[in-house]
């Protein structure tokens, strides 16, 4: 066990339904503070259900959900909106705001909770392009000018508005090209340990997990079967993960991952 401060994000006895389906079966989950967890499982397995439940997108039946030391069954609707504020949220599609511009999205989180002068917002968000690797020259552009790449970069630039302590991730890399999806990898590693973030990313590609992740869960049935370093998932004896991880060795690559998960979850 480790002490509470050492934890991120603490999910307890976690259940979420939709009618009888369960989706979310007594789930029980730590994120470490300052790790990179990667959340796996196959289509319907319930891992972006769990991501929107952990940030209060989706509600839970029962359990318990801590985030940065906050029970928020137990807390008032001011601390929770406080600690909203404490981590950021890239969605798969980027999920930007296609009447505004690239500059426009990153400011959008700001002008909500930030009282700052026009012109030193604007320098703010201009910095937060330029660290995920965009130019000023790009906040001008609408999402319809962006590529896959760009608008991702984008959507990661917004999470990181705020200056959080915690940032979700919700596949990442789908839809990318290998090179593109290999450089986002860089990316997010070099933020991670750049401003010390903890990180919990839902993700199919096996390469990021390589890249990217410190530690590995496994969802099946609405349930962690494992979590544990990439080493020691590879040494699960679990008919589900085994054939998960062994397509990185049988030569899978990114490539193939991509291709088997364009659909979605």
């Not at 603490?10 to 079966?25: K, Q």
């Not at 029970?71 to 950021?88: L, M, T």
Request: proline share 3%; glycine share 10%.
């Amino acid at each position: 066990m480790h002490p509470d401060g050492d934890i991120a994000i603490e999910v307890e006895n976690l259940t979420v339904a939709f009618g009888r389906h369960v989706v979310i079966d007594r789930l029980d989950l730590s994120v470490r503070r300052g790790e990179v967890l990667g959340l796996v499982g196959g289509s319907g397995s319930g891992k972006s259900v769990l991501l929107r439940s952990i940030i209060g997108l989706l509600p839970k039946k029962d359990g318990r959900i801590r985030t940065l030391g906050l029970d928020r069954d137990a807390a008032s609707e001011d601390d929770v909106r406080a600690e909203g504020r404490r981590w950021g949220v890239l969605f798969q599609q980027g999920a930007l705001f296609s009447s505004l511009s690239a500059l426009e999205n990153v400011l959008f989180p700001m002008r909500e909770h930030l009282s700052l002068p026009a012109d030193l917002m604007r320098e703010l968000g201009l910095a937060k392009l330029q660290m995920v690797g965009l130019s000023r020259e790009d906040g001008d552009k609408m999402p319809s000018a962006l590529s896959g790449g760009m608008t991702k970069r984008v959507g990661l630039a917004r999470a990181l508005a705020l200056d959080p302590e915690v940032v979700f991730l919700d596949e990442p890399t789908s839809g990318l090209d290998p090179i593109a999806a290999g450089e986002f990898d860089t990316l997010i590693r070099t933020l991670q340990r750049t401003l010390g973030l903890t990180v919990f990313m839902v993700t199919h590609d096996l390469q990021s997990l390589e890249n990217v992740c410190d530690r590995v869960a496994a969802l099946e049935s609405g349930r962690i079967l494992a979590i544990g370093t990439l080493a020691e998932m590879h040494a699960v004896r679990h008919p589900w993960i085994q054939a998960y991880f062994h397509a990185r060795h049988a030569g899978a690559g990114r490539n193939a991952t991509l291709s088997q998960t364009s659909g979605g979850h």
